[in-house]
């Protein structure tokens, strides 16, 4: 699946980099440096994207684990999560969209 989003983020004229956050966190009582993985960034000019994908979302664990990264951005580019069902396209009360492959796939002006 993340091959399919590559290639066709690819193919719209995107740059497409796999991105890493660091974050400072407390762990068994010690400041560590922890990093989260973006599965892709897409840059095409001023346009940036932060992009999960996730075959599935089957509970509120998985659902976190796929948003810890988008979590630790601070900035107001776009973050979407595109998932292997087929689902209505929504955003969640962090302004983060969620999507299915299929409907990344079939609308063109989805990043936009």
Do not use: P
């Not at 994207?49 to 900035?75: G, P, T, V």
Request: no cysteine.
């Amino acid at each position: 699946m993340e091959n399919i989003i590559y290639n066709e983020l690819s193919s719209r004229g995107y740059l497409v980099d796999v991105g890493m956050i660091e974050s400072r966190e407390m762990r068994n009582g010690k400041s560590q440096y922890i990093q989260y993985e973006v599965d892709f960034i897409a840059t095409n000019g001023i346009d940036k994207y932060y992009i999960q994908s996730a075959y599935a979302i089957e509970n509120e664990e998985k659902r976190k684990q796929e948003l810890r990264s988008f979590k630790k951005i601070d900035d107001s580019f776009q973050k979407i999560v595109i998932v292997g069902n087929d689902i209505a396209t929504y955003t969640n009360d962090d302004g983060i969209i969620f999507m299915g492959l299929f409907q990344f796939l079939m609308n063109d002006d989805i990043l936009k």
